[in-house]
C-alpha cells in the first residue's frame, strides 16, 4: 500500500494520491497509516520540497508507529526531500523522532541547516517501552552547524536493532558537546554499516553509558584542519553524581573502517566519580600499568577496573592515516571526585588487529 506526504495538504489531503498528499504533520493521516499496517506493508512516499515546519511549527514524531509482521517506510524523493532547520527561530529539542515503534524503514530524508537544534533525528523509547528493528537509510546530515548535541542518536534501554545505512555526515556541530551520532543510556545493537562522517565538532560516533553490541563497519571518517581533534568513535562516561551512575559495555566490533587525521581513533573514557563497585579512577600504580605495563597486565586492569574484555571487541582491517593512537582507555576525577593517583590515556592498541 502506498501513501503519500507533503510539506503542506494538497487537495483534499487524504494521502491517497499525489494530487491529494497528506500534510506530513497531520496525526489523523498517521493513524490511518498504523490502521493499514494491521493487515500490510505501507510504503508513505515524502514529496520533494521542505519539510521545515517540523521545526518552526512542530516536530515531526512517530511514536507507537508499526507493526512486527509488516513493514512501514519513510521514502524520500531522492535528495529533493529536505528537513530544513532555518536560523533565527527559537531553539529545538527534536526536529524528527521515533519512539515506542518498531519495524520502520527512514529513506532518502535530507537534514540540513544551521537553526539551533538538540536532534535532528532521535530514536528512543519512554519507560518500559521498546523501540526496535529501525533502519535509517541512505540519509544525509550537512551543514548543520546548529547542532548542540547530535545529528542524530539512539537512545534508552529499551531501544535495540537500530541500522544506519549508506548514509552521509558533514560539517555539523557548535561545539565539543556536538556529535554525529550521539547514542546513549543502555540501547543496544547499534550498527553503522558504509556511512561517511567529514568535520564535527565532536566526537563522530558515540555510545555513551553501556551502550552494548555497537557495530561501525566498513565507513570513512575525515577531519580536516578546520574542525578541532576528537575520536572518532568514542566510548565515554560521564559520572558527575557521587558514586557514578554509567558504565561501559564489552562488545563492539570496528571494522573495515578508514581513518584520517585525528589524534585517537577510537577512545574508551571515564570521567568523574566511580560507580558502586567499580574502580574506574587509578591509582600511580595502576595508571604504569595501563601506560607501560604488559599485555597480560594491561587486559587483567581492563576487566577487573573497567569491565572491558578485549576478547569482546572485535577492531580490525582499518585503515588509519595521520592517526596518533589507534584505541585508547583514558580515565580523569572530573567533578570534584577525588584524585587517586592518576589521570590520562593508556594506549590499548596492541590487542587489535
Sequence with gaps: MIRYAAPVKQGNGNGMSVENAADFLNAGF??????????????????????????????????EMGNKKNALTLEGDGQNTLFTVPVGYKQQSVLMAVKNSQNIIIRNFNFTGSGKLGYALQI?????????????????????????????????QGTSSVTYKDCSFKRVGIDSHSHFMYHAHYA????????????????????????????????????????????????PLFNNIDPGDETFATHYTFTGNHFKNTKNAIAFHHYGFDPVGKHYLLTAAEGEILVNGTPEEKKRLLRQNFDVNTDDIKISNNTNVDITHTVVMGSFPKYGAQFKGWSGWGDISIFFN
Design 124 to 156: 528512543t523509547s519512554g519507560k518500559d517501552n521498546t523501540t526496535e528493528n529501525i533502519l535509517v537509510d541512505n540519509c544525509t546530515w550537512t551543514d548543520m552547524r546548529g547542532i548542540i548535541y547530535g545529528a542524530t542518536g539512539v537512545h534508552q
Design 30 to 63: 498517521w493513524i490511518e497509516v498504523q490502521k493499514t499496517l494491521r493487515k500490510e506493508p505501507v510504503i508513505v512516499k515524502f514529496m520533494s520540497g521542505d519539510y521545515a515546519r517540523a521545526y518552526t511549527e512542530k516536530p515531526f514524531i512517530l511514536e
Design 188 to 235: 543496544s545493537n547499534i550498527h553503522v554499516v558504509g556511512c561517511y562522517f567529514e568535520d564535527c565538532t565532536g566526537d563522530y560516533v558515540r555510545f555513551r553509558d553501556h551502550c552494548d553490541y555497537g557495530d561501525v563497519e566498513n565507513s570513512t571518517f575525515v577531519r580536516t584542519e578546520k574542525f578541532p581533534v576528537y575520536p572518532f568513535i568514542s566510548v
